[in-house]
């Protein structure tokens, strides 16, 4: 999967790139049909300790992901939004696999 990530006026470090990619290369195991993803990673600057954002969008043939996460660390952010994107990734191939069953059932009428 084709993967960019980008720090919004941040420097992201080595550790967190590696965790993000390595949460987001596990997706793959659930569907393997990821064609590519974007991170987008924020701090908003207020008075509040729950100031870390993360959005990830991931392509897959004929759709598009989507979960966005807001947490103390991008650790736990990442953790979040991974599994956010995990049930929808499941929710997808429970439609495609309910649909090629009603093709299937249609075609043999």
Known sequence: ?????????????YKL???IKRKLVKLETFYNRIIDGEVFLKIE??????NKIIEIKLNI??????AKERARTFEIGVD??????R???KK????????ERTRLINHSL
Request: avoid cysteine; hydrophobic fraction near 40%; aromatic fraction near 8%.
């Open 61 to 66: 043939p004929g759709d598009q992901l989507f």
């Open 17 to 19: 790139i590696k965790l």
């Open 1 to 13: 999967m084709k993967l960019q990530i980008h720090s919004i006026r941040f420097d992201s470090d």
């Open 80 to 85: 979040e939004v991974t599994e956010a994107l």
């Open 92 to 99: 997808v191939k429970e439609k495609q696999l309910f649909i």
């Open 45 to 50: 600057n207020n008075e509040f300790r729950i």
């Open 87 to 89: 049930r929808q990734i």
